[in-house]
């Protein structure tokens, strides 16, 4: 089965020719590769670019294995560009494949060339343009902005989105919704029919791939087996206000072990880099300002969120809340929790404050919006509960409230807008409106 990727297609095209490196980064088996190799490729070779101007390599196949020596890629590459008059493109696959090499110009055993030498290089060719991609344990977004320093571009992929699963879904469309809030994203587990084997291949994601790459990038001898059981506590807790202080209380009491918040707070920051989970910051809506904690994490793929956790706890509510934040984030926004505070009287008629939430806090370019996620507000009661802080926040930006139900968007009374989860994640501009 085969998905456009049309977001990040579009963005390489963009990027095309502008000088930079072009990162592609992402979690491991979420399309980096196709997306280089065949989407990028094919478009190169549709608008004109010859064969002989596309130099691929893929540096984790044996057949590249001399040129995971950065002074063999170099060499390799500089040969290939023959003409000076015609451009050339470079596709990278697995740059981090590349060893570290001692300089031998240079008397010091700490003064070591890396692919990071070989790319910058390669930049100062005037006809090369270059697009690479990088395994999450070794090609970060932060080590990407610190060693280009503002000659790369990053190019984040996603795993798929509830929209390209249901534009290539096979069989009753009513089904996708509950298959994809089950299994998420990672696009070879649409190639698979049955539970069973889904399961074992995003078990095996989790276990034989991401946590290694974490343990083999950070050098974690002693804690791997804190690292799992502190993503199997994220796992049963997305959507939950936590911070490292409670996760290391739920260590002590639960798990009667101990680990510090720091320590705790280092492995949230791994799982993050490793693009494996998200964190979303708080954010008091009348005093505009940031609350440093506690926050909410939530999983870059529910599939792999589930599978983590045998499928079980497979709670609607939350796992749609998980699905509306990644989509927002996939899209561009930057999205944040929401508290209203607001002021009320106690049983003693003293003042009191209270805090409401909103799930989040939608931003882009100056235009704000705020969402709530709820899975039915046709109870009277459960409507009022869920726009209850939307009500009280006082300025004129768009109020949203997704729900499961498939529905016809409509508005209440107080200007409040209601639209079913699917139509809101088949439906790129909604937000634009």
């Known amino acids: 089965m085969q998905y456009e990727r049309k977001q990040y297609l579009d963005q390489l095209i963009r990027k095309k020719d502008n000088g930079r490196v072009k990162v592609i980064t992402g979690l491991r088996r979420s399309g980096k590769s196709y997306l280089l190799f065949n989407l990028y490729r094919s478009y190169l070779l549709d608008s004109g670019v010859s064969e002989d101007r596309i130099i691929c390599l893929a540096l984790d196949e044996i057949g590249s294995a001399r040129y995971r020596n950065p002074f063999e890629l170099d060499s390799y590459i500089r040969s290939r560009i023959t003409d000076p008059s015609r451009r050339y493109y470079v596709l990278i696959d697995e740059i981090q494949f590349v060893s570290d090499v001692p300089n031998p110009y240079v008397d010091d055993p700490q003064a070591r060339l ?13 006809n090369a343009d270059i697009c690479v991609t990088g ?18 571009d990053e190019i984040r992929v996603n795993p798929l989105s509830y929209a390209e699963v249901y534009e290539r879904f096979e069989g009753d469309r009513r089904g996708a919704w509950r298959e994809y809030m089950t299994y998420g994203g990672m696009p070879r587990v649409w190639t698979m029919q049955s539970h069973e084997e889904r399961s074992r291949y995003l078990r095996d994601l989790f276990g ?11 050098r974690v001898r002693n804690d791997a087996a ?27 009491s639960e798990l009667h072990l101990r680990v510090s918040p720091g320590t705790i707070d280092t492995y949230l920051g791994y799982f993050i880099d490793a693009y494996l ?41 939350h796992l749609m809340e998980n699905i509306l934040y990644c989509d927002l984030v996939r899209r561009g926004y930057d999205v944040d929790v929401g508290i209203v505070e607001y002021s009320t009287k106690n049983e003693e008629a003293a003042s009191v404050r209270k805090q409401l939430e909103v799930d989040f806090v ?11 996620s709820a899975l039915s507000v046709d109870d009277p009661a459960k409507r009022a509960q869920e726009t209850a802080s939307l009500l009280r926040i006082p300025d004129s930006f ?4 997704v729900v499961k139900d498939w529905m016809q968007p409509w508005q209440d009374e107080h200007g409040i807008e209601y639209i079913g989860v699917e139509q809101f994640l088949l439906d790129e501009t909604c937000l634009a409106r």
Do not use: W
């Not at 999450?136 to 320093?149: A, C, G, Y």
């Not at 931003?363 to 969402?371: D, K, L, V």
């Not at 768009?398 to 409230?401: A, D, E, F, H, S």
């Open 135 to 152: 395994s999450n344990s070794h090609m970060l977004s932060s080590d990407i902005l610190t060693q280009f320093r503002d000659r790369g």
């Open 398 to 401: 768009r109020k949203i409230v």
């Open 277 to 317: 989970i998200r964190k979303a910051e708080r954010y008091d809506v009348k005093g505009r300002k940031y609350i440093r904690t506690p926050s909410k994490y939530y999983f870059t793929d529910t599939g792999l969120r589930n599978a983590k956790i045998g499928f079980r706890q497979l709670e609607e509510t």
């Open 114 to 126: 890396t692919f990071i030498d070989v790319l910058l290089g390669l930049m100062r060719i005037p």
């Open 362 to 372: 939608v931003n882009r370019s100056g235009s704000c919006c705020y969402i709530q």
């Open 226 to 252: 804190v690292l799992e059981t502190l993503l199997n506590v994220l796992s049963s807790g997305i959507g939950s206000l936590t911070n490292p202080s409670r996760l290391s209380n739920t260590f002590d």
């Open 208 to 218: 034989q791939t991401y946590l290694k790459d974490i343990l083999e990038r950070h």
